[in-house]
């Protein structure tokens, strides 16, 4: 199999239960994450795992083979709006993307999220559709020869 191709999707917020605040939803943009204390960061991160993981199992019965470093990516992040108020897709999606290459590497679905394996990133706005909706493309690509 020389090429595989695969669509995700990936969570834009995160809610954590807490027993003073009750249950509080962060959304994953860097503007509301940077000021976050490192405790809190990490719960989001590990809430992100959790719920982005039934999508990686949906995807592991059609990932058939091992991967090694013979295997570049390509990430394309598409994300939709619930209204016309415009937002900066990239404050989301960098932040998407980083859970997203972690928790793909933590699963071994990805080697590692570096330049060698991860050839492009690119993030598409796909429009207003009613609900603010993220996924993620994954084409994979076995090459030999590949450069490192």
Request: aromatic content about 12%; overall charge positive; glycine content about 6%.
């Amino acid at each position: 199999m020389e090429n595989l191709q695969m669509r995700i999707m990936v969570p834009t917020f995160v809610i954590l239960s807490g027993p003073r605040k009750g249950d509080v939803k962060y959304p994953l943009n860097y503007n509301a994450l940077r000021n976050i204390n490192r405790f809190t960061l990490g719960a989001i991160k590990n809430k992100f795992y959790e719920d982005f993981k039934p999508e990686l199992y949906g995807i592991l019965d059609r990932w058939p083979f091992k991967l090694n470093d013979n295997y570049t990516f390509e990430l394309i992040y598409t994300i939709t709006s619930a209204n016309k108020r415009k937002f900066d897709i990239a404050n989301i999606l960098s932040v998407v993307d980083k859970f997203a290459c972690d928790c793909l590497v933590k699963e071994g679905l990805m080697p590692e999220d570096n330049w060698a394996n991860l050839t492009t990133i690119i993030y598409k706005f796909g429009g207003v559709t009613g609900e603010r909706i993220c996924t993620l493309d994954i084409d994979i690509d076995h090459n030999n020869n590949k450069n490192k």
